[in-house]
């Protein structure tokens, strides 16, 4: 059973960074692909970055492109998600989530969520 453990949100200025980490256990990952979604208050759940575990390619929403990355850490089966420059319109409830899909755009295509990490920019 894949579980995903998500930290590291917390209260920041505009301008600041955090980085988000997601544990995953519970199954190899290699042929999973990783993505980072976000949920505002009264708004959709919407995509942020994803990464396929096994070549590493990344993608990304254009709202944060040039101002977030996603990498993968093999021996720590953690992916993480590195936010820079952030800006009070980031703030929500950040989620890590699995999918062997290929449609990594899409909150649909994943089986596996984890429990979501407040992320609060202030300006």
């Known amino acids: 059973q894949v579980q995903l453990v998500e930290s590291g949100g917390g209260l920041v200025q505009a301008g600041g960074s955090l980085r988000l980490s997601c544990a995953a256990s519970?199954?190899?990952?290699?042929?999973?692909?990783m993505g980072w979604f976000r949920q505002a208050p009264g708004k959709e759940r919407e995509f942020v970055a994803a990464?396929?575990?096994?070549?590493?390619?990344?993608y990304y929403a254009d709202s944060v492109k040039g101002r977030f990355t996603i990498s993968r850490d093999n021996a720590k089966n953690t992916v993480y998600l590195q936010m820079n420059s952030l800006k009070p319109e980031d703030t929500a409830v950040y989620y890590c989530?699995?999918?062997?899909?290929?449609?990594?755009?899409?909150?649909?295509?994943?089986?596996?969520w984890g429990q979501g990490t407040q992320v609060t920019v202030s300006s």
């Open positions: 989530a699995a999918t062997i899909g290929s449609n990594w755009y899409f909150a649909n295509e994943y089986d596996n």
């Open positions: 519970g199954r190899t990952f290699s042929a999973y692909t």
């Open positions: 990464i396929r575990w096994s070549a590493g390619s990344t």
